[in-house]
Nanobody, 124 residues
Framework: QVQLVESGGGLVQAGGSLRLACTASGRTFSNYAAGWFRQAPGKGREFVAAIRRSGGSTYVSDSVKGRFTIVRDNAKDTVYLQMNSLKPEDTAVYYC?????????????????WGQGTQVSVSS
């Protein structure tokens, strides 16, 4: 079992930045790919970013490309989502997820473990 805990959410003005962290426990996190998803009010959960076990390959959705970056520090069992130039439409609950291996790493169904989520609110 892998337990995931997200942190770093909050309220920020449009154009601002936040850094989310996802810290894992229970297993060696370097053996897992990790992803970030988000769910806005009244909408389904959508892919945001993902990173493979080694950190050598990363993926971001078109809606956040150029603004969000995903990195991992396996020594700290943590994956980070750096969010810059935030927009009101980025407002959502952000979830961290992990899986031992993923094909596309972009689909919810590929992930085994999920965190409880952290709220990000961007005011205009």
């Amino acid at each position: 079992q892998v337990q995931l805990v997200e942190s770093g959410g909050g309220l920020v003005q449009a154009g601002g930045s936040l850094r989310l962290a996802c810290t894992a426990s229970g297993r060696t996190f370097s053996n897992y790919a990790a992803g970030w998803f988000r769910q806005a009010p009244g909408k389904g959960r959508e892919f945001v970013a993902a990173i493979r076990r080694s950190g050598g390959s990363t993926y971001v959705s078109d809606s956040v490309k150029g603004r969000f970056t995903i990195v991992r520090d396996n020594a700290k069992d943590t994956v980070y989502l750096q969010m810059n130039s935030l927009k009101p439409e980025d407002t959502a609950v952000y979830y961290c997820a992990a899986v031992s291996n993923c094909l596309t790493c972009r689909l919810e169904k590929e992930y085994t473990y999920w965190g409880q989520g952290t709220q990000v609110s961007v005011s205009s």
